[in-house]
T-cell receptor
Framework: DAKTTQPTSMDCAEGRAANLPCNHS???????VYWYRQIHSQGPQYIIH???NNETNEMASLIITEDRKSSTLILPHATLRDTAVYYC????????????FGPGTRLSVLP | DTGVSQDPRHKITKRGQNVTFRCDPI?????LYWYRQTLGQGPEFLTY????????KSRLLSDRFSAERPKGSFSTLEIQRTEQGDSAMYLC????????????FGEGSRLTVL
């Protein structure tokens, strides 16, 4: 079973920041938080991951709370192409453990 | 194109037939994963290889399913005696045995069993 809970769906206006929350209250000290997204009819695409520090790359920012029990993925300027299902996953890095995907959050970016 | 490639992209078959899917991972990646995804659900893990060794199999992988990675490069997933419940998208992913553990997914092979 997935170790994370996410809202089923969210809307965001084009050009605005999209903030996608994720709860992972049972996360272990050696588990990382990963975010993937899946655009319709494509395979999932890696976005970002982090352990406890906030992370930023060209796609998004990841904000992890100090207690690590929740995190937020931020798409700073959402575009219509960001419409997708977003998955939050916790996993031990380099353990060979598989990624357990939940149902994710369906983000709709509206014009 | 240097990403993960899967073939065929679409397969329609009759119940009881056997089907085989192929996955070519990114060339230097030593880990390869198979996932299954049904409509409205997230991908479900099926099995995982490190080089040619199959290290983990899900309970979802019934006796009718078999996966191989004979030379540690491409992999095949065979489903024997297909059932309508096997209709799904079959996704392959690969990764490096490295710090990030990031998975790179292919576009998937969609199976429809009539």
């Amino acid at each position: 079973d997935a170790k994370t809970t996410q809202p089923t769906s969210m809307d965001c206006a084009e050009g605005r920041a999209a903030n996608l929350p994720c709860n992972h209250s049972t996360i272990s000290g050696n588990e990382y938080v990963y975010w993937y997204r899946q655009i319709h009819s494509q395979g999932p695409q890696y976005i970002i991951h982090g352990l406890k520090n906030n992370e930023t790359n060209e796609m998004a920012s990841l904000i992890i709370t100090e207690d690590r029990k929740s995190s937020t993925l931020i798409l700073p300027h959402a575009t219509l192409r960001d419409t997708a299902v977003y998955y939050c996953i916790v996993r031990v890095v380099n353990y060979g453990q598989n990624f357990v995907f939940g149902p994710g959050t369906r983000l709709s970016v509206l014009p | 194109d240097t990403g993960v490639s899967q073939d065929p992209r679409h397969k329609i078959t009759k119940r009881g037939q056997n089907v085989t899917f192929r996955c070519d991972p990114i060339s230097e990646h030593n880990r390869l994963y198979w996932y299954r995804q049904t409509l409205g659900q997230g991908p479900e893990f099926l099995t995982y290889f490190q080089n040619e060794a199959q290290l983990e199999k899900s309970r979802l992988l019934s006796d009718r399913f078999s996966a191989e990675r004979p030379k540690g490069s491409f992999s095949t997933l065979e489903i024997q005696r297909t059932e309508q419940g096997d209709s799904a998208m079959y996704l392959c992913a690969s990764s490096l045995e490295a710090y990030t553990g990031e998975l790179f997914f292919g576009e998937g092979s969609r199976l429809t069993v009539l």
